[in-house]
């Protein structure tokens, strides 16, 4: 088991008027999994997201990560782990404009001492396969939403971190740039064995995963594992899921 969170609670305001997003949430995730948030807006799936990714603080309860409690983490060590261990995609990309397709994915390299041999040998394995090599001199104005997609996700997975965690990384694509950003997830999920926590609200995207969080009012509802179930007869089982609760509309959380 890779992360471990027991108990996770989040609420936003004051005694007074207090909303309560997370209402005691326990789940885990084995190394190399590839896992799937979902749930309607308000559910609380971008909420966990932010507290699993150390981004947000939790209210109360404990996130491990390879054993090690970062909801106790001093500020400097907190920044060392996130930097360390964790990558991040967002669905607006987050890139440099003022950056090269290679400098934006080297950045988390910049505070490592590292060769540079070592560098452009990290540089040159996760842009081949995330097929953006030849774009390496370009701007990201210059490129496509997919490939700065696939740009961002090798920013993500350049540094060898334990866990990515993916925000709609699909929500600002075409169908067809949806799913080669996610066939080339799925493919560096299996040769980095790099675990993966996804939210999105679209089957398709989940369908990718080894498994998926259904996320009601602040809590778990279910899980559903692929197994040995095809891709098609998945994301059925996702679709049917969804219907039960009743639905999922695409917006902001």
Do not use: C, W
């Not at 909303?19 to 885990?28: N, P």
């Not at 996130?82 to 440099?96: E, P, T």
Request: aromatic share 8%; net charge neutral.
């Amino acid at each position: 088991m890779l992360l471990k969170a027991t108990d996770i609670k989040k609420s936003y305001g004051n005694k007074f008027n207090r909303t309560e997003v997370l209402k005691g949430i326990d789940i885990s995730l084995n190394k190399g999994e590839f896992v799937s948030i979902m749930g309607a807006s308000g559910s609380g799936k971008t909420t966990l997201l932010n507290v699993l990714s150390s981004i947000d603080n939790v209210t109360s309860g404990h996130i491990y990560i390879d054993g090690i409690d970062f909801t106790t983490l001093k500020d400097k060590k907190l920044a060392d782990f996130r930097k360390n261990d964790l990558g991040f995609i967002f669905q607006d990309y987050n890139l440099l404009d003022t950056l090269t397709i290679k400098e934006n994915i080297m950045l988390p390299l910049s505070i490592r001492t590292m060769s540079k041999q070592e560098v452009e040998q990290q540089f040159d394995s996760v842009s081949r396969q995330l097929g953006i090599f030849d774009l390496a001199k370009k701007y990201p104005s210059q490129v496509s939403g997919g490939q700065a997609q696939r740009t961002s996700a090798a920013r993500a997975f350049i540094h060898q971190p334990k866990i990515i965690f993916a925000d709609e990384p699909t929500g600002a694509l075409d169908s067809k740039s949806a799913s080669d950003l996610l066939k080339k997830l799925q493919q560096l999920n299996n040769t980095l064995d790099t675990s993966i926590i996804m939210v999105t609200h679209d089957a398709t995207a989940a369908s990718f995963s080894h498994r998926v969080i259904f996320l009601k009012d602040g809590q778990v509802y279910t899980s559903l594992s692929r197994g040995e179930m095809t891709q098609d007869a998945y994301y059925s089982e996702i679709l049917d899921t969804q219907r039960v609760l009743g639905g999922v509309v695409d917006e902001a959380e």
